[in-house]
């Protein structure tokens, strides 16, 4: 009778291990990884409305019921309640410090014989941003965009320098930035720095240096009169940075300018309708 008594133990045993309480991370949603200082919520569901054990972060074992008050164990707070006639307990961290990364947090409902286990994962220190571009906007303005580093970033910090003189820092809750008061003829760098929920600064970027320069002289100028009131002329764009416009100035006893909207880099065509005042006509591009 002792042996039958041993076995019928052994097997209640296993069987209460089969059915034992389910541990899952709720607050941020799993694998959503927890952002340092955000809220946290972990969430036991027993098998029966029974008591459930929860063992803290740092080993601490205590018990509630499902009209139990709350408790406190380690890093967090637990409620509980009875929910379809089980008992449903919430492990609650109302700001998730760093030093809770990689720490278990257990709960069971068969007095401790096994627990369901969750290991947090709080963020690490965020990496530098990447793919860096810029687009020109006008003659002072440009717009600066990149891939986001990682999750848990608070904002970006723009660092900007023109002629290897810090000038000022910029914030920006968005992967990308307008810098609007850019002086022809200066050398500028620009440097972006993540900042996560908690303060920490990621890797600066790679210095990102912009010469910002007048358009170099047309060259290559040429013309031909087509009418008698009207030439042709055309000239190569020597430069690689995208032109806005041309001016042409037509110089007489009176002055006319024309404006000539062009966006690509290739030998270019216009023409001029010239008034009949029987002057001589000098031209500047």
Do not use: K
């Amino acid at each position: 009778m002792a042996t039958t008594g041993i076995y019928w133990c052994l097997v209640l045993t296993e069987c209460l291990s089969l059915i034992s309480a389910s541990l899952v991370q709720t607050i941020p949603p799993y694998p959503t990884p927890v952002c340092p200082g955000d809220r946290l919520v972990l969430t036991c569901t027993a098998s029966t409305n029974g008591v459930v054990v929860w063992r803290g972060d740092s080993g601490t074992i205590r018990t509630i019921a499902s009209n139990g008050n709350p408790i406190t164990v380690d890093s967090f707070n637990i409620t509980a309640r009875l929910v379809d006639g089980v008992t449903v307990s919430y492990a609650t961290n109302e700001s998730v410090p760093v030093q809770l990364n990689g720490a278990n947090v257990r709960c069971s409902d068969d007095i401790g014989l096994t627990y369901s286990v969750v290991t947090i994962n709080v963020t690490d220190v965020p990496e530098a941003v990447s793919n860096v571009t810029i687009d020109l906007i006008n003659n002072s303005t440009l717009f600066i965009n990149w891939n986001m580093s990682a999750s848990c970033i608070d904002h970006y910090t723009v660092t900007i320098n023109s002629n290897n003189t810090h000038n000022e820092s910029r914030t920006t809750n968005n992967t990308n930035i307008t810098i609007d008061t850019l002086i022809i003829g200066t050398n500028y760098s620009f440097i972006i720095i993540p900042i996560d929920t908690i303060g920490r600064e990621g890797p600066p970027s790679s210095l990102i240096q912009y010469i910002w320069n007048v358009p170099a002289q047309a060259v290559n100028i040429s013309w031909d009169q087509i009418s008698t009131d009207s030439i042709t002329i055309w000239w190569t764009q020597m430069i690689i940075r995208t032109i806005l416009l041309y001016q042409c100035l037509l110089l007489s006893i009176t002055l006319l300018m024309y404006t000539i909207h062009q966006t690509v880099l290739y030998t270019i065509a216009i023409q001029l309708i010239l008034m009949l005042l029987l002057l001589d006509y000098f031209l500047l591009i």
